[in-house]
């Protein structure tokens, strides 16, 4: 008992194998439907949430707004090693993905040459194809963030892609805009890509929550204070 104790402490204490879920901070949780841009509440901190640590995964506590963690301002400081990404229907996870976030800023690790794992199969396989891979994603008023579409331009019916948040914006581009309140979050099913108006390939998520895993050295809660970061 005694042994498997030490092996335990000794195993979480090797770097970059202590993935434990303890060692996750959620620090942004977003909800479906709420009228609150996701863009907004992830660019700004449009905080909501001041205490550290107090940010959870779970849909109940965003119904009125998205909730985040100061971490957010102070992104670069705060030795983050590994960001993960899910989306979560019904109490259960639908996509998840996992960046790595060392020296990266709170916008930039979303991207494709920083995916460390995907549930998605097929996501790594059409690398140079991709149109967008990137959290601010298509703006134009439009609105669609945290925005992996894969690269065709031949119209509406026949985009496709892996994920979107289609944030409070303008709804007449293409019927995967307007399908329901904002915001919403379409992904595709089946663990690889899907198109955005065919039946069967993407459903809603009601949540996306986002965690960073931070290094040894220096736990959040630091009291360096960032300007907050922009694009
Ligand atoms: C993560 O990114 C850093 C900085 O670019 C790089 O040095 C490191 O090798 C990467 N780690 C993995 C697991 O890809
Ligand atoms: C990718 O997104 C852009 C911008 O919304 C769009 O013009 C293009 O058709 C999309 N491609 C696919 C395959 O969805």
């Known amino acids: ?30 909800c479906s439907g709420n009228g609150k841009s996701v863009w907004d509440a992830w660019k700004g901190y449009a905080g909501v949430t001041c205490e550290a640590s107090s940010v959870i995964e779970d849909a109940d506590t965003c119904k009125q707004s998205h909730q985040s963690d100061p971490i957010l301002n102070e992104w670069r400081s705060s030795r983050i090693e590994q960001v993960r990404l899910r989306l979560w229907k019904d109490g259960e996870i639908v996509v998840e993905m996992i960046f790595n976030g060392t020296d990266t800023n709170k916008f930039n690790w979303f991207a494709q040459s920083k995916l460390l794992s995907s549930s998605y199969s097929d996501i790594g396989e059409l690398d140079a194809r991709f149109t967008f891979f990137s959290s601010y994603g298509y703006g134009y008023g439009v609105n669609r963030r945290f925005y992996i579409n894969k690269s065709n331009y031949l119209g509406c019916d026949v985009d496709a892609g892996w994920m979107f948040v289609k944030d409070v914006g303008y709804g007449a581009d293409c019927l995967f805009d307007s399908y329901k309140k904002y915001p919403y979050f379409l992904y595709a099913t089946n663990y690889h890509s899907g198109v955005w108006q065919r039946d069967g390939d993407y459903d809603f998520a009601d949540m996306m929550s986002i965690q960073v895993h931070q290094g040894e050295e220096e736990k959040k809660g630091t009291t360096t204070l960032e300007e907050p970061e922009e694009m």
């Open 1 to 30: 008992m005694f042994t498997l104790l030490l092996f335990l402490l000794s195993v979480h204490h090797v770097r970059g194998w202590n993935m434990w879920e303890s060692d996750w901070t959620t620090v942004f949780v977003a």
